[in-house]
C-alpha cells in the first residue's frame, strides 16, 4: 500500500498508490490507502509517478485518478499493466511514457521534477526517482536490488547514482523489505539453473507456479521447458494476458511452436508440456488451488506430475500454500519449492546491496521505507553502519520536513489509513463498520428475535420468533430464550411499550443476557419490532 506524497513551494507530486491484501475472510478484495489529504488538495497535485508496475505501487491508481486528475509519468511495462485495470475500471487518464534518464517536472508552476533511473526488480522496468526539489535531490529506491546479471531488461544504472551521490543528495528514501537478511541476494539468474535441474528428469506434465508479472521468471520457465522440447500453457487470466502483454512489448520472447492452447495441452503427452499457472500464495480461487482440489474445468494433475512453486511463502500465506501443497501431494504430484535449489530468488535488496546504494547516493538524511517497522529500524542501523547522521524512522501519516535549518518529524500526522474495497468496475468502498460487523458476525454468529405487537396498545400480537445464524448452544433453547423476550416485554412499562427503540433494546438485552448466562457468548442480536 505505498503512497508517498512530496511538497514544495505548495505544489504536490505523489510517488505510486498501491493496495494490499486482506489476509483475513471477510470479502474484501483490496485494501487502498486513504486518500483523503491528497483529494481534498487535488488543485495542487502536478504529477504522479511510478516506480513500478506491482500491486502495492500502482493498485490503488484507480482509485486516486478518479478523484485526482494530474498526469502519470510511467515506464513502458508498468503503463501496459496499469492501462489495463483503468481500463477495467472505466477511468480515463493522462498517461504518460517515462524512460531511464528522462526527466519529467510536476506541471508548469511546480519546482519539483524527476528523474527516473533504472534499477533490476522483479518486474521489467522498475525505476528509482531522483526527485528535485528547492531543498535538493530526494532519491527514491523505488523496490530494487542489484542483479549484476539480470536475465533481461535493464541492469540497475549504479554510475548514475554514484554521480547523484557527488553532486549531493538531500534524502535518501529506500527499500527496507530485506535488511534483516545479510548478505547479497542471488541473481535472477540463478533460478534458470535450479529450473532446469528441477525439471530435467520430470516424467509427466510440469506446473510452475510463479507471480504472473515476473516476466523474467516466466522467461526462464518458458527457457527450461523449451530445453526439454515442452510446449507452454498458460493457466490463470493474470498470466495470460501479462504473458499476452510481455509479448506484445517485446520483454517475452517465446519459440513460435512452444505456446499451446488449453485444449492442445489436455491432448498432448504429459512429456511434452509445461502449464504456467497463478496461485502461488495459496488464494482458493487461483488455478493452482483449483487444480489440487481437482476442480479445474480445464486441466487436472495426475500422479507424477512435477509442480514447481517459484515463489516465495509472503508471510502470513503459509497455512494456505500449505494447504495447496498437501492436496497437490495427496493427489500424487511432486511438489518443488525453495529449498536447497534457489528456484525463486527476492527481488528486494539485502543488507550488503542496501548499504551499496546508501555508500553510493551518500545522503544528508535517511529514511527507510517500504517495509515492517522492525525492517525499517535495521535498515536506518545499516545506514548509521555507513556514516549517514540523520536518520528518521517514521511511520504512515508523519511528515518529514525539510528546510534551510535542517530536517524534523512534524508534529502533526496526516490522515491514512486502511480503506476496503471492491475489485470491480464500481471500486466501491466497503466501510470499516461493514468489515466490523463481518468480523462479529464470524466471531459469534447472529440472531434475529422478531415480535409483532399491536400498535395501539403496544401488546404482543406474535411471536417472539427467533431465529440464529452460526450460533452455537442456540439449538433446542429456542423455547427458553423466547421465554427470556417475553418476560423482557413484560417487565417493560406502558410508555416504553409504545416506543419502538426501546422494545427493541429490551429484546436485545434480554437475549444477549440468556447467552451470556449459558455459556459466554454474544452473537450479534438485531431485534426487529412489527407493528401491526
Ligand atoms: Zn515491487
Not at 245 to 263: D, F, P, R, T, V
Request: aromatic share 4%; hydrophobic share 45%.
Amino acid at each position: 500500500m505505498n503512497c508517498m506524497a512530496v511538497e514544495a513551494e505548495g505544489r504536490i507530486a505523489v510517488v505510486d498508490c498501491g493496495v494490499m491484501f486482506p489476509n483475513e475472510s471477510i470479502g474484501v478484495d483490496v485494501i487502498v490507502p486513504d486518500l483523503t489529504w491528497l483529494v481534498e488538495r487535488k488543485e495542487q497535485v502536478g504529477a504522479i509517478y511510478v516506480t513500478h508496475g506491482h500491486e502495492d505501487h500502482i493498485g490503488a491508481l484507480p482509485q486516486l485518478l478518479r478523484r485526482v486528475k494530474a498526469p502519470v509519468y510511467v515506464a513502458p511495462f508498468a503503463r501496459a499493466l496499469l492501462e489495463a485495470r483503468l481500463r477495467e475500471a472505466g477511468i480515463a487518464a493522462d498517461l504518460r511514457t517515462v524512460r531511464p534518464g528522462e526527466v519529467r517536472g510536476a506541471g508548469a508552476d511546480s519546482p519539483i521534477s524527476a528523474e527516473f533511473i533504472a534499477v533490476t526488480h522483479s518486474i521489467p522496468d522498475a525505476c528509482a526517482l531522483a526527485i528535485s526539489t528547492p531543498q535538493g535531490v530526494l532519491l527514491h529506491s523505488g523496490d530494487f536490488k542489484i542483479d549484476e546479471a539480470p536475465v533481461g531488461g535493464w541492469k540497475m544504472d549504479l554510475a548514475r547514482i554514484g554521480a547523484l551521490g557527488r553532486a549531493g543528495v538531500r534524502l535518501l528514501l529506500s527499500d527496507s523489505t530485506n535488511s534483516e537478511r545479510p548478505g547479497t541476494s542471488l541473481s535472477e539468474s540463478a533460478v534458470g539453473v535450479a529450473l532446469d535441474q528441477a525439471f530435467e528428469n520430470a516424467q509427466g506434465r510440469i506446473f510452475a507456479a510463479c507471480f504472473a508479472s515476473n516476466v523474467h521468471r516466466i522467461q526462464q520457465v518458458a527457457d527450461a521447458a523449451r530445453g526439454l522440447g515442452r510446449r507452454l500453457a498458460l493457466l490463470g487470466r493474470s498470466m495470460e494476458s501479462n504473458v499476452r502483454l510481455a509479448m506484445e512489448l517485446g520483454y517475452l520472447k517465446l519459440a513460435g511452436w512452444q505456446l499451446c492452447s488449453l485444449e492442445e495441452a489436455r491432448r498432448l503427452p504429459p512429456r511434452e508440456l509445461c502449464v504456467l499457472t497463478t496461485g502461488t500464495q495459496g488464494e482458493p480461487r487461483s488455478a493452482l488451488a483449483r487444480l489440487a482440489r481437482g476442480e479445474h474445468p480445464e486441466l487436472s494433475l495426475s500422479p507424477g506430475d512435477l509442480v514447481v512453486l517459484s515463489s516465495r511463502f509472503i508471510p502470513g500465506n503459509e497455512v494456505a500454500i500449505g494447504q495447496v501443497v498437501n492436496e497437490l501431494t495427496r493427489l500424487g504430484a511432486e511438489v518443488a519449492y525453495e529449498d536447497l535449489r534457489p528456484l525463486h530468488v527476492s527481488g528486494h535488496a539485502h543488507e550488503a546491496e542496501q548499504r551499496r546504494l546508501i555508500a553510493l547516493a551518500r545522503p544528508e538524511h535517511f529514511v527507510p521505507v517500504h517495509g515492517e517497522f522492525r525492517q525499517l529500524a535495521r535498515h536506518a542501523a545499516h545506514a548509521a553502519k555507513e556514516g549517514v547522521a540523520h536518520r528518521h524512522l517514521i511511520v504512515d501519516g508523519e511528515v518529514l520536513e525539510l528546510s534551510d535549518a535542517g530536517a524534523r518529524v512534524l508534529e502533526e500526522r496526516l490522515p491514512v489509513g486502511r480503506v476496503y474495497a471492491e475489485r470491480d468496475a464500481s471500486g466501491a468502498e466497503i466501510g470499516e463498520l461493514v468489515v466490523k460487523d463481518r468480523r462479529l458476525l464470524a466471531e459469534s454468529g447472529l440472531c434475529i428475535v422478531v415480535v409483532a405487537v399491536d400498535r395501539a396498545s403496544g401488546a404482543v400480537v406474535r411471536g417472539p420468533e427467533i431465529f440464529a445464524r452460526g450460533v452455537a448452544g442456540f439449538e433446542g433453547c429456542e423455547d427458553a430464550l423466547r421465554g427470556e423476550a417475553l418476560r423482557a416485554l413484560d417487565e417493560l412499562s406502558g410508555p416504553a411499550r409504545e416506543n419502538q427503540g426501546e422494545v427493541q433494546e429490551a429484546l436485545r438485552l434480554a437475549v444477549r443476557r440468556w447467552f451470556r448466562r449459558v455459556g459466554g457468548r454474544k452473537p450479534s442480536v438485531l431485534p426487529v419490532v412489527l407493528e401491526l
